[in-house]
């Protein structure tokens, strides 16, 4: 029960604050140095892949102080929808204890070397704003479009915060999780469409309809 | 000649006009339909005169949902999805998508699948570079290049279409490995076909380097600065082409590539040359890569043997093409019925990956390719971005084309290279 991640996958490092003493090792203090130079109180290091927590309300700051501490490149920007409303599969594991929220990601990278961060900050979805980066980096502007017009998150101080691939006149925000995809909405998912009742079950409508024919 | 209509008199270059004339700024609008703007880009620009004063992009007109559409779908057959994106490299598309997924999963494709995997892609990076060298070609008017350009892709794909079945998007880089092996004899078609695309580069390197006509349309046109391609995000061709040799496959090695021996060619011009000059350096390395994993192939599978992860149908080609073995129909329909079960039940409810986020990033033909994916373990993704790299280079459009000429402007479009498939997703 108490199996430690790293045993699990060997690609697993540090998860929350603990620094291990193996070869992820090197990525877990990457990201906690990253997290004390942008004032972040929580990082993770899971599957070679950093993440650094930053409230929105520092957003922009945190990510110009990454971005003068040695990670210039501007990657990309997108965002996330936390949400117990999933229309497939089995969901979240345990949906109830999800936080619903819809999360900004920013990814900067250094230009010497293979370093590189995800920054995340949460945003509320009854209130969902968080500042823009364009102020920081001109590449921006068209992920946080494609990000606003997809999750209807508004970006403060975007200079055009104009949808960048939807029609004007589109409604909804295709890439929130209560969107529902229409072409899985027309048709039920493969593979529940021909299902042959149990034998000994009471015959459906079809079966009867195949019995009208033969008969 | 004292009454002339200065209209008229501007013609002769013996009458001296000195008549100002009324030049309003005009709109113009180009595409989504223009030969071009390489698919449905479209640009709006503000000329005064021939210049250009403003450009915006405008982009959607490809748009089909693939991020949404593959949160509907099994890991598997998300491949299927992000391989359309940028169409012109659908393998980086496939493998970014398979390493996520791999390593959430905690697997590594066989040996031999990472070889073929490489090899496939430094193929499809080659073929995609042609592509840009005939439509560039054609948009400067050197027409027989955009011939010789395609006829030579063509090439690449026959081998792609031996080896997938298929000419483009063809979902084979799976989550494992490869769905089948090399077929017979392709290592000597690839290695002939190496030597054939060396000596054509060459012929185009002899047709274009020092042709007059080919520097003064691309020779100080399309600058962008090293500077603003960081912030801005542009990546591949277009930053080496600046000056800074970020590449991904020595920054951040997948699939083996620290061991193999290659060149990140750069110049520091960041002009359109620049950037023909550094693709050009980069389809002679490619073939150096390509020619290392025909060296390096050693038998063996080409799939993890783990039958909760594997794909369960083998593929085989038939005397219609490939499909299905026909011995493993055999075997799922009249020999084995567990097998037929676990055979559907991989197919229709897919594989479960533990829970995990993760960005897996590789070095596609026009840059930066990374893929960000997110597992609720369960048997869909719960969210997979593509960060594709001509939307971000696409972006820098403007900055490289105001203030120059209009016909510069197309020159620049095509030292960019977007993809629109991978722009609009």
Known sequence: VTDSPSEANPETAAAGNEIPEDGAGALAVFAAELASVVGAAEWSAEFATVHVSVDRERWREAITAARDAGLPFFSWLSAIDWSRQVSVGESVEKPDEMHERYQVLARLSSVTSGDGALFVADVPKDDPWIDSLVPVFGGAAWHEREAAEMFGIDFRDHPNLVNLYLPDQFEGYPLRKSFPLLSREVKPWPGTVDVEGMPGAAPSDDDAEDVGEEG | ?425
């Open chain 2, 1 to 425: 000649v004292t009454q002339l209509d200065p209209r008229v008199a501007m013609h002769y270059s013996e009458v001296a006009v000195s008549v100002e004339l009324e030049t309003p700024d005009m709109t113009l609008n180009i595409g989504p339909q223009h030969p071009s703007t390489h698919g449905v880009l479209r640009l709006l620009l503000e000329l005064d005169g021939e210049t250009v004063i403003s450009c915006r992009p405008i982009v959607g007109y490809l748009h089909t949902g693939i991020e949404k559409n593959v949160e509907y779908r099994t890991w598997q057959q998300g491949v299927t999805y992000v391989t359309r994106a940028d169409y012109l490299a659908p393998f980086f598309n496939e493998l970014a998508y398979s390493l996520a997924a791999e390593r959430l999963l905690g697997i590594e494709a066989p040996p031999r699948a990472t070889v073929i995997r490489v090899l496939l892609c430094e193929l499809n990076r080659v073929a995609s570079h042609f592509v840009w060298l005939a439509t560039g070609g054609m948009e400067l008017g050197a027409v027989s290049v955009m011939l010789y350009g395609f006829r030579e892709r063509e090439l690449i794909l026959d081998i792609f279409e031996a080896v997938t079945g298929l000419r483009m998007n063809h979902a084979f880089i799976r989550i494992g490995g490869l769905p089948m092996d090399l077929p017979e004899a392709a290592e000597e078609r690839i290695r002939d076909l190496i030597g054939t695309l060396r000596g054509r580069i060459g012929e185009y390197q002899a047709l274009l380097s020092d042709n007059p006509i080919w520097l003064e349309r691309n020779r100080g046109v399309g600058v962008l600065s090293a500077e603003d391609a960081l912030a801005w995000g542009v990546t591949g061709p277009l930053l080496r082409a600046a000056g800074v040799p970020k590449d991904i496959r020595k920054d951040e090695p997948y699939c083996g590539y620290e061991t193999y021996d290659f060149d990140v060619p750069t110049r520091t011009e960041s002009d359109c040359y620049a950037r023909y000059q550094v693709r050009i350096e980069e389809m002679y390395e490619s073939l150096r890569i390509v020619e290392q994993c025909l060296d390096r192939l050693e038998p063996g599978p080409v799939m993890v043997e783990d039958p909760k992860v594997r794909w369960p149908s083998q593929l085989e080609v038939g005397p219609d093409g490939i499909g299905n073995s026909p011995a493993y129909v055999k075997h799922i329909m009249e020999e084995s019925m567990e097998a037929l079960i676990h055979h559907f039940k991989i197919l229709t409810q897919g594989v479960e990956v533990p829970e995990g986020e993760i960005y897996q990033v590789v070095e596609a033909p026009r840059g930066e390719l990374g893929l960000y994916v997110v597992s609720d373990g369960t048997n869909i993704p719960y969210r997979v971005h593509m960060r594709d790299p001509s939307f971000a280079n696409l972006q820098s459009l403007p900055r490289m084309i105001e203030g120059g000429l209009i016909a510069d402007a197309i020159a620049v479009i095509a030292s960019v290279d977007p993809v629109l498939g991978g722009v609009d997703r």
